[in-house]
């Protein structure tokens, strides 16, 4: 759909900002939520602002992608290349996207209780989700379950990160955690776990029931998601932590 029309030419209750203030901004397309930050429109044809969102997110879909996954990784010369976007515009729509990628990525403090894989995927979200390189991570914990710390163990490729559970276990000891949870990242954001991630999961697992040190899950996280091993497969039936 094309929107030619002003904002001012919409009824008042049908423009994005009055409809935000009503209804919250989960009910606007993002198209809608664009133009906000956009304030005005123009472009080919005069567009209104929300038209101009709506041109955006077309000419990002040229990518063959989610026009919001391009949008994650977008320069503000690659905006500035779209008719009807000027500096203004592409730095409003950057530093819109920053905020929203901090606000996301906040984690909890340290001594925070980690009693969910959600809390935890939140507690390592800073260092994996939104990487363009695989890593994995380590998040670390005291026997009430409450962080410790987090720790980047290694860093990989666009497709391939390698961790030995001699290098995961070595941090766990040096910083005294007595429990621990593991993870890394897909920049595909295909959550689903390989053949690689659990045949390690295995020997981390034989190796927590060695050292006594209870590994309460593996996480896989990509593009704001997140997968819990320990939820989806019967690993932690054949290796029992104790935990």
């Known amino acids: 759909m094309t929107y030619c029309l002003r904002i001012a030419d919409i009824p008042t209750n049908e423009r994005p900002r009055e409809r935000l203030m009503t209804h919250g901004p989960k009910i606007l397309a993002t198209a809608e939520l664009i133009a906000i930050l956009l304030g005005t429109g123009q472009g080919p044809g005069k567009l209104s602002a929300v038209g101009l969102g709506q041109y955006i997110l077309t000419e990002l879909s040229k990518h ?31 530093a819109a996207i920053e905020l929203g990628k901090r606000a996301f990525q906040s984690r909890p403090l340290d001594r925070t209780v980690i009693d969910s894989p959600v809390v935890a995927a939140a507690a390592l979200s800073q260092d ?78 034989a190796g927590a029931q060695f050292l006594d040190v209870p590994l309460l899950d593996h996480l896989i996280l990509g593009n704001g998601n997140h997968q819990s091993l320990r939820e989806i497969t019967t690993l932690w039936d054949e290796y029992p932590q104790g935990d």
């Open 64 to 94: 063959q992608r989610d026009p919001l996954a391009v949008l994650r990784e977008v320069t503000p010369a690659e905006l500035m290349q779209i008719p009807g976007v000027g500096p203004a515009k592409a730095t409003t729509i950057m």
């Open 128 to 205: 994996l989700m939104w990487q363009t390189q695989e890593r994995f991570a380590v998040l670390m914990l005291d026997v009430k379950n409450r962080l410790l710390g987090t720790q980047i163990i290694t860093i990989g490729t666009a497709t391939e990160t390698l961790a030995s559970p001699r290098e995961i276990f070595r941090e766990v000891i040096r910083q005294g955690a007595t429990r621990v949870i593991v993870a890394h990242n897909h920049p595909s954001s295909n959550l689903e776990p390989s053949q690689q991630d659990i045949e390690l999961t295995r020997q981390l697992l």
